[in-house]
T-cell receptor, first 111, second 117 residues
Framework: GQQLNQSPQSMFIQEGEDVSMNCTSSSIFNTWLWYKQDPGEGPVLLIALYKAGELTSNGRLTAQFGITRKDSFLNISASIPSDVGIYFCAVSSGSARQLTFGSGTQLTVLP | GAGVSQSPRYKVAKRGQDVALRCDPISGHVSLFWYQQALGQGPEFLTYFQNEAQLDKSGLPSDRFFAERPEGSVSTLKIQRTQQEDSAVYLC???????????????FGPGTRLTVT
């Protein structure tokens, strides 16, 4: 089963607003990844985080790897219509090569 | 360059039929993963290959599921005697190993949506 708690489950925001979503775990992980999935497509890698406390940006996206290695957040600034989709956090550890995914945050951007 | 490709994109099977799903990874990626994604859920791990070796198949839900990658490139996920609970999107991902402290950045294909009637 899922080991990650991702919240919120869904969000409705106005175009131009900032968005924040987060992911927590009861276990420590060495790598946190954020993916976006559009309908009918596979997940697309947005940001990868490898060091506790690390803050990384990719355009309007910013993500942080929590200092405890048990959480991460993703911020999207100045949202636009193409930000619509499902955002997943995912984790892996050095020994487990596969990714474990959260349950996703469904983002809707209203014009 | 080309990303991960999967075929078919959609497959409808009658209960009891066998199906085969194909994955073409990114050229040069030695690692290949299969995931199953149920409606409204995140992907769940099925199995992992490094080159042609299947190193982890702990996520395969039953012995009806079989995966192979005989030449270390293209992979096939086979499901025998399909059941309705097998209906899901099957995702393939490929990756380079970036070192112990960075692990794998996995790049996904578009998936195959399997519907068992």
């Amino acid at each position: 089963g899922q080991q990650l708690n991702q919240s919120p489950q869904s969000m409705f925001i106005q175009e131009g607003e900032d968005v924040s979503m987060n992911c927590t775990s009861s276990s420590i992980f060495n790598t946190w990844l954020w993916y976006k999935q559009d309908p009918g497509e596979g997940p697309v890698l947005l940001i990868a985080l490898y060091k506790a406390g690390e803050l990384t940006s990719n355009g309007r996206l910013t993500a942080q790897f929590g200092i405890t290695r048990k959480d991460s957040f993703l911020n999207i600034s100045a949202s636009i219509p193409s930000d619509v989709g499902i955002y997943f956090c995912a984790v892996s550890s050095g020994s487990a090569r596969q990714l474990t995914f959260g349950s996703g945050t469904q983002l809707t951007v209203l014009p | 360059g080309a990303g991960v490709s999967q075929s078919p994109r959609y497959k409808v099977a009658k209960r009891g039929q066998d199906v085969a799903l194909r994955c073409d990874p990114i050229s040069g990626h030695v690692s290949l993963f299969w995931y199953q994604q149920a409606l409204g859920q995140g992907p769940e791990f099925l199995t992992y290959f490094q080159n042609e070796a299947q190193l982890d198949k702990s996520g395969l839900p039953s012995d009806r599921f079989f995966a192979e990658r005989p030449e270390g490139s293209v992979s096939t996920l086979k499901i025998q005697r399909t059941q309705q609970e097998d209906s899901a999107v099957y995702l393939c991902a490929s990756s380079l190993y970036l070192g112990y402290d960075r692990g794998y950045e996995q790049y996904f294909g578009p998936g195959t949506r399997l519907t068992v009637t």
